[in-house]
């Protein structure tokens, strides 16, 4: 592990190596630029190790330079620019400042910016660099609280500036801080204060009156409707089709909501071989049971379970109607019985399952023959 005080002396070493070599060499390439100054600086400076180094992984856009990992996920994707391409830092600069402000005025730093993030989007990597070498540009590429342009760039403008500042450079970029979550603390959203929660009624004077409606009801009701009802009592397959959308940045994003918002399976279901249903393109896990289940003569029952608002209805009325219909239109023959319409008394539930079978069964199959 590289002490803090050797990544210092390692930094005046890599800096008058690299002046000497451009002296003699006079136009120095990216490649150059990379092996004797940021590879070093990565490794030397910044402790990463190689193993937690990818370079020149391919994803959509073309080729990214560096993506620098953890154990548990890859964190940082690093953009270099040669050492003759300058970056025109603001005169003066504070020690952050906005992505699409001054900052943004350079056109070379902003093509820079604009190419990791789109690296970052496409890769599902939250955060970025944008180095030319001397100068280091830091910043979160995929937010959920603000378009990705509004929020602010950490900026070490120069080698000299980062030897003068080196404590913040380290406490940010260096391996063990990345891990301790530097990144996070300086880019991450920020705590809000607990909200005092009231209930909209108890502030209404006569809450109990009933609410006349007004003329411009009739006009509004469909529009309203169109917009707000639930999506999963649509017709429209087309929306259908659209319910999951999922590049790498929403799934960065749906990470973040999940430590917020979590419909876990309980414990005494996952006992019982419970698993979750994860969205996505297609129905994963879902359509393999589905598939494994034609090959019983006697069929098999699935219960789909979830919170209020989980997405319950949503998911199956996609399934049988876009993702999965070649399958169970062919292939089976299938019913789907809504439990929350069941009555409440036991004893009513078996001639509730059968009845609502048998009216799909008509419907579907033998009227469909007919």
């Not at 910044?46 to 994803?59: F, M, N, S, V, Y």
């Not at 799909?360 to 469909?368: A, D, G, I, P």
Request: glycine share 6%; net charge negative.
């Amino acid at each position: 592990m590289v002490t803090s005080d050797e990544a210092l002396a390692a930094l005046a070493d890599i800096e008058e190596e690299f002046a000497a070599f451009c002296a003699v060499q006079g136009r120095v390439t990216e490649a150059d630029t990379r092996a004797k100054l940021i590879d070093r600086i990565l490794t030397d400076v910044c402790g990463w190790p190689e193993a937690a180094i990818t370079r020149e992984q391919h994803i959509e856009r073309g080729y990214v330079d560096y993506i620098l990992s953890l154990p548990t996920r890859r964190t940082i994707v690093v953009e270099a620019k040669r050492e003759g391409l300058p970056f025109t830092i603001p005169v003066g600069f504070q020690r952050t400042l906005k992505l699409s402000g001054a900052l943004a005025s350079d056109a070379e730093v902003r093509e820079a910016i604009s190419q990791v993030r789109d690296y970052c989007d496409d890769a599902g990597v939250r955060h970025a660099i944008a180095t030319n070498g001397y100068a280091w540009i830091v910043f979160r590429a995929i937010r959920d609280d603000m378009p990705w342009r509004e929020g602010k760039a950490r900026v070490f403008a120069s080698l000299p500036y980062i030897k003068e500042h080196f404590t913040e450079f380290w406490n940010l970029l260096s391996h063990e801080a990345v891990l301790g979550g530097s990144l996070e603390e300086e880019f991450g959203v920020p705590r809000r204060p607990a909200r005092n929660l009231t209930r909209v009624v108890d502030r209404l004077f006569n809450a109990d009156l009933p609410l006349q409606r007004n003329r411009l009801h009739a006009q509004l009701t469909p529009l309203s409707r169109a917009i707000f009802a639930e999506i999963a009592d649509q017709a429209a397959v087309e929306i259908l089709q659209s319910c999951y959308v999922h590049s790498a940045s929403l799934k960065i994003v749906a990470a973040d909501l999940d430590t917020v918002i979590t419909d876990s399976i309980p414990r005494f279901l996952a006992m019982e071989g419970a698993e979750p249903l994860r969205p996505g393109p297609g129905s994963g896990a879902f359509d393999r049971v589905i598939t494994r289940a034609m090959q019983e003569p006697s069929g098999e029952l699935f219960l789909i379970l979830g919170g209020i608002g989980s997405g319950k209805t949503t998911f199956l009325k996609r399934y049988y109607r876009t993702v999965g219909k070649d399958l169970l239109d062919t292939k089976t023959i299938w019913f789907n019985v809504d439990l929350l319409k069941a009555p409440l008394d036991p004893l009513e539930l078996e001639s509730f399952v059968l009845r609502d079978i048998l009216s799909q069964l008509r419907e579907r199959y033998v009227n469909r023959a007919g």
